[in-house]
């Protein structure tokens, strides 16, 4: 990695930031007294985020565990794919980005609405229409624009200065709302915090009622796995930093939370009247974090207060600008997306997926501050969902890791996951907490949107990847019935209310209507998920088809070498046979007295012949497997192919190998040698044919390979001893290694990765070396290759857990074997 690379990398600082940016924004200054004084007072918030921060801890871990595991910059989405496949995450991703775009939008709106709080109405002019009680003005609608497109196009092409910004405003955030803590703390005390808790209701169930929010209140802190690609530090010190994250954030809503009632307005005697009274206000009295401030340090401690929301609503943006472009960049390499997306800047950032992003956010100011808040509302749901995706793949990879720690971790963050998630959704079950009608509604639409586009990408899916999961039709169908259902009781509920004091014709008229959507929406899904079913049905039937096809086309072409091999053989047989009348003949000349006989055979043609029979011998062997149909599936079902063990010596083996190759490697000046090294029990059990193909298979790629007056060496060494179970029962073994070992080129390690698919690797030249794997495999070793570290040698090492045949035998001899 160059030094300029080097330079684009986040430090842990860096991660911080970007952690609790993306979770922590303007929200922490008004939602402690909007929600969590009025809900569960101030020593109920404190333990509500205690709890909160502990149990996002345990889901922060599992996907922590995930991006040490997989350390891609798709994050959660990623993990999904790889462990879950890609139906599930489709979904994830989908989730996820519903999730961060709310926030992103709650953000990029917020300055309007700070400056409509602080400074009146100097934007609130172009009247255009109102939306559930919020006028929408065009001058506001300009200035959100503005600060729409400033910071995303700053996300585009400020670069590194993006990621100096983000930490800057991260550590002002922070820092500065811990000194007007301090600052107020020491001026007013303890007192202003009795009663601890709200009276009105149980302090156990308004602790559990705020517990309940927390992906609410702190989804973004796991945007960092988006940025895996970029760490300048290991994955492994990732927990570390998201710990510290979570842990500043959550102190974050305490110390406002507690602000919010430090100063209160004098006419009220305690802070449960004073926030019960805080709908009907006006001003900064209806801002308690605002007034306290104001009500202590005066204009300037409101400007210092003014300058900690801007850092933190800078921070959020710039995260999410960049979490949202890494999300839409990985789905569409995923190709879930269309290629544009995947473009990329000469820095790696997303430009096209953030422009998409900024362009589309543009709409957001039309519809109303109300009606982000009701989107917003569904990050409790949508985020359990994705911290349930996680948790649930750290579990399965715990699982097959045998890693029992980490397994439980999962099972508890999957737990912890629908709590989140159904709490929520219940009506009138938390204090408070319960979503609004429209947020309902809004998750239902969404929910549909994404099965919509789901069905797009599966009918349009070319490589077979999608509409493999049942599981994941049947969460969507069920959050969009679960979903409709709620909105429909709470619009009943509504109604009902409503009807009491106005015609009861005209409510009826809405809830049949209102029943018609949910219905309308509920038939929309059930009928794309019954096209996907016939469509699966159909490509099962064309595989069914194409595998009759396929197995037919086997069939033929196994009952061709059948036929090939009995042909074949006949002449083998005949020459074999004619090998060795030569030999006989070889035989009787040399035991001649005769030493000037003019017919004498010269030695060197015996010894060709010998090669010539050891040649002929090993392909008889050969032609006899290929008569066997059952050895035509090597390779695709190891419990076809019949071993035949019986006992053998590694000596005579390595001595057969040596001879077979002797001259090819003397033809190209190639130094060769056989060792049996430290060969206590040169006696084995084992299918001696194939062991020889082995050796065969990766000797003649070794000579192949190896350029002329290079060197290959065959290694044989007993490493240990061990217990072999054989027919059944446990017997004396021993563990042999055997190193082939050249001069050659080395193998690139993309050829390594596919040893195991003959098709990727046949045009290489390394056929053989497949064929190898196959065999070690049928014979339960394992082989590995590895390189000297140089361009040149390599050493494959092939290990076999064989029994003994015979234990009483001496060691071999560490001489090399000699020359046929």
Not at 723 to 744: F, K, R
Not at 777 to 785: A, D, Q, R, Y
Request: aromatic share 12%; glycine share 6%.
């Amino acid at each position: 990695m160059d030094n300029n690379t080097r330079m684009n990398l986040f430090s842990p600082l860096h991660i911080w930031a970007l952690s609790l940016g993306c979770a922590v924004g303007w929200g922490a200054f008004m939602v402690p007294a909007n929600l969590f004084i009025p809900t569960a007072g101030p020593l109920g918030t404190i333990l509500a985020m205690g709890i909160s921060t502990a149990l996002l801890l345990i889901i922060g871990a599992n996907f922590c565990r995930l991006a040490e595991k997989y350390p891609d910059d798709g994050g959660i989405v990623a993990y999904v794919r790889n462990i879950i496949g890609h139906d599930h995450a489709f979904l994830a991703a989908w989730i996820l980005l519903i999730a961060y775009l709310s926030i992103l939008w709650a953000n990029a709106t917020a300055n309007v609405l700070l400056f409509r709080f602080l400074h009146g109405d100097w934007l609130s002019w172009g009247y255009l229409y109102t939306i559930a009680g919020f006028d929408i003005y065009f001058g506001e609608v300009l200035a959100t624009w503005l600060v729409i497109i400033i910071f995303g196009l700053f996300a585009c092409y400020s670069g590194k200065v993006a990621r100096y910004l983000n930490t800057l405003c991260a550590v002002v955030f922070f820092l500065s709302v811990l000194i007007l803590f301090i600052a107020m703390f020491r001026q007013v005390g303890t007192s202003v915090f009795t009663p601890a808790f709200q009276s009105y209701t149980n302090p156990a169930m308004q602790v559990f009622s705020m517990v309940m929010l927390a992906p609410w209140m702190f989804f973004g802190f796991e945007a960092v796995t988006h940025a895996c690609d970029d760490f300048d530090f290991s994955s492994k010190r990732l927990f570390p930093i998201v710990i510290a994250a979570v842990l500043s954030g959550g102190l974050i809503y305490i110390l406002l939370a507690a602000m919010a009632i430090m100063s209160i307005p004098p006419e009220y005697a305690s802070w449960t009247t004073y926030i019960a009274q805080r709908p009907h206000l006006e001003g900064l009295a209806g801002l308690p974090v605002f007034h306290s401030v104001h009500a202590v340090f005066g204009r300037e401690g409101l400007l210092f207060l003014c300058v900690s929301i801007d850092c933190a609503i800078i921070t959020s943006l710039m995260g999410l600008y960049r979490t949202c472009g890494r999300l839409l960049h990985f789905m569409a390499r995923c190709e879930v997306l269309p290629v544009w997306f995947k473009q990329r800047a000469a820095d790696e950032t997303p430009r096209h997926a953030i422009i998409f992003v900024m362009f589309i956010s543009l709409l957001i100011p039309f519809l109303g501050r109300v009606s982000i808040v009701w989107l917003c509302d569904i990050i409790t749901v949508v985020g359990s969902v994705a911290y349930g995706y996680a948790s649930y793949c750290a579990y399965k990879l715990a699982q097959k890791e045998g890693r029992p720690l980490d397994r439980y971790l999962g099972i508890i963050g999957i737990f912890i996951s629908c709590l989140f998630f159904f709490c929520p959704l219940i009506p009138d079950l938390l204090l408070g907490g319960s979503l609004d009608t429209e947020s309902y509604l809004m998750l239902s639409v969404w929910s549909i949107l994404g099965f919509i586009y789901y069905w797009y990408v599966f009918k349009y899916d070319n490589h077979d990847r999608f509409g493999h999961s049942t599981s994941m039709c049947i969460m969507i169908l069920f959050l969009n019935f679960f979903s409709t259902s709620l909105w429909l009781r709470q619009v009943m509920e509504q109604r009902l209310r409503e009807s009491v004091s106005s015609n009861s014709a005209s409510s009826y008229n809405v809830l049949a209507a209102d029943s018609v959507v949910q219905m309308v929406m509920l038939m929309i899904i059930l009928l794309l998920m019954t096209n996907i079913f016939i469509t699966l049905k159909r490509r099962e039937r064309k595989m069914t088809q194409t595998l009759q096809r396929q197995h037919e086309i086997n069939h033929a072409q196994n009952t061709y070498l059948r036929n090939l091999a009995h042909d074949i053989r006949i002449p083998m047989e005949a020459a074999q046979l004619s090998v060795h009348h030569s030999l006989e003949n070889c035989t009787i000349c040399s035991a001649c007295d005769v030493d000037s006989c003019p017919h004498r055979i010269p030695d060197r043609l015996s010894n060709c012949l010998g090669q010539l029979d050891s040649h002929s011998q090993y392909l008889m062997h050969l032609i006899g497997s290929m008569l066997d149909q059952r050895n035509m599936s090597i390779g695709t079902s190891k419990d076809r192919i019949p071993l035949d063990f019986a006992p053998m010596d590694w000596r005579h083996t390595l001595q057969h190998i040596k001879d077979i190759f002797a001259l090819e490697m003397q033809a190209k000046n190639i130094f060769f040698e056989v060792y049996p090294i430290e060969l206590p029990h040169p006696t084995v059990i084992c299918d001696e044919q194939r062991l020889e193909r082995i050796l065969i298979n990766l000797v003649s790629n070794a000579c192949e390979f190896t350029p002329y007056g290079g060197g290959v060496m065959v290694t044989l060494l007993e490493t240990s001893p061990a217990t072999v179970t054989y027919q059944g029962q446990e017997v004396p073994g021993a563990v042999y290694e055997l190193h082939i070992n050249d001069s050659g080129a080395n193998i690139p390690p993309d050829i390594i990765t596919h040893i195991q698919e003959p098709f990727e690797i046949d045009s290489t030249g390394l056929g053989g070396l497949c064929i190898a794997k196959g065999l070690v495999s049928l014979l339960k070793g394992t082989i590995k290759v590895s390189s000297t570290g140089q361009d040149i040698g390599k050493d494959i090492v092939v290990t076999l857990s064989l029994p003994l045949a015979d234990t009483g035998l001496e060691t071999a001899s560490a001489e090399p074997l000699t020359e046929g």
